[in-house]
Nanobody
Framework: QVQLVESGGGLVQPGGSLRLSCVAS????????MGWYRQAPGKQRELVAS????????NSADSVKGRFTISRDDAANTVYLQMNSLKPEDTAVYYC???????????????WGQGTQVTVSS
């Protein structure tokens, strides 16, 4: 089995910072892309940022460019999201996502974490 566990969410004032972490564990052969999505109340889940293995390529939503930075530690199967200059509209549940292959001959499948709440409010 594969598990993704997020941490680092919480309540922060506008302009503040948070760092989210997500660790993938279990029967993992290889991880390709890892990323962060978020879902605000009444809205669809949206991509925040993603990163391929060895940090070869990153992608982020226009709304977070220049404020959020995604990184990963391949040896630790961990992806991070550094969030700076947070705004109230960043309030959402943040989900970790990873494309994981559990055996060498298998295919990459999508796995999700349970989510961590980020609330930006004064």
């Amino acid at each position: 089995q594969v598990q993704l566990v997020e941490s680092g969410g919480g309540l922060v004032q506008p302009g503040g910072s948070l760092r989210l972490s997500c660790v993938a564990s279990g029967s993992i052969f290889s991880i390709y892309a890892m990323g962060w999505y978020r879902q605000a109340p009444g809205k669809q889940r949206e991509l925040v940022a993603s990163i391929t293995s060895s940090g070869g390529s990153t992608n982020s939503a226009d709304s977070v460019k220049g404020r959020f930075t995604i990184s990963r530690d391949d040896a630790a199967n961990t992806v991070y999201l550094q969030m700076n200059s947070l705004k109230p509209e960043d309030t959402a549940v943040y989900y970790c996502n990873a494309e994981i292959k559990i055996v060498s001959w298998g295919e990459f499948r999508n796995y999700w974490g349970q989510g961590t709440q980020v609330t930006v409010s004064s």
